[in-house]
């Protein structure tokens, strides 16, 4: 008899994306939150659920908003990248030169990337490091990163900001920027971050979104680029259970 491969769970539903039409930013609103603009760059809080670019199927992503931001032919670009359902800080490059600077400090390590995770349990000790080599499996179930012996270097220190022994809130420096780095990282600890289909156990495929976002990014050009994205909706009940208190409007 054939076994058939088991599939992967369903993703979480989210908000359908409907990107506005119309002209640039310049003549009305802008298809994003907008934490940070100048002449060079905006970062935009990208919302969960949204990829940067079209997959294979297609579908809305947040290149999709490109002719929005600017009518210049060289640009916008994405300067990097987050996960589908990530949210947070993401810069968009809008000319090639700044474009250029940006890759530079990300690819020396200069760029300081801070994320939050709700994750499941408590992690041994307050803060640490986590560092592996790490690499790209594929079966018939997906793929997912895993640690090997050979693949790609990374690194994440993380502190503990607060736990009620279920659940708790790590703050993440990123100090490289690989695929599913914070979720693996996190796994690592015995912590999967809470609503992870991919690194969690199976109670993290119960319906709930990934609680991960990009809280915070700086990249110290000339002049620097500063930014910090509010927690969206699906995060902040757990956050609240764990201390956080609602902020002012930083958008």
């Known amino acids: 008899m054939t076994r058939r491969a088991r599939r992967p769970p369903p993703r979480p539903a989210g908000p359908a994306f409907r990107l506005p039409a119309g002209a640039p930013p310049t003549g009305g609103a802008d298809p994003f939150p907008v934490l940070f603009r100048d002449t060079r760059f905006l970062v935009i809080d990208k919302p969960a659920g949204l990829p940067v670019h079209a997959g294979p199927a297609g579908g809305p992503s947040v290149e999709d908003s490109f002719p929005l931001l600017s009518r210049r032919p060289d640009g916008p670009w994405l300067a990097h990248r987050l996960d589908r359902d990530t949210s947070g800080c993401l810069l968009i490059a809008l000319r090639k030169q700044p474009l250029l600077a940006a890759q530079a400090a990300f690819?020396?390590?200069?760029?300081?990337?801070?994320?939050?995770?709700?994750?499941?349990?408590?992690?041994?000790?307050?803060?640490?490091?986590?560092?592996?080599?790490?690499?790209?499996?594929?079966?018939?179930?997906?793929?997912?990163?895993?640690?090997?012996?050979?693949?790609?270097d990374s690194r994440t220190t993380w502190r503990l900001l607060a736990s009620d022994g279920e659940t708790s809130w790590l703050e993440l420096q990123l100090l490289t920027g690989r695929t599913h780095q914070a979720r693996l990282h996190c796994a690592s600890l015995g912590c999967p971050v809470l609503g992870d289909p991919v690194y969690g156990d199976?109670?993290?495929?119960?319906?709930?979104?990934?609680?991960?976002?990009?809280?915070?990014?700086?990249?110290?050009?000339?002049?620097?680029?500063?930014?910090?994205?509010?927690?969206?909706?699906h995060i902040r009940a757990a956050l609240k259970r764990l201390g956080w208190q609602e902020e002012p409007d930083i958008t």
């Open 202 to 233: 199976a109670t993290g495929q119960d319906g709930i979104r990934l609680h991960l976002m990009s809280r915070a990014l700086s990249l110290p050009l000339d002049p620097p680029v500063s930014a910090v994205a509010p927690p969206p909706a």
């Open 107 to 152: 690819a020396n390590g200069l760029a300081r990337k801070t994320y939050w995770a709700v994750v499941r349990g408590r992690p041994a000790t307050d803060s640490g490091t986590v560092a592996m080599t790490i690499a790209k499996q594929s079966d018939k179930q997906g793929w997912r990163m895993v640690q090997a012996p050979t693949g790609q």
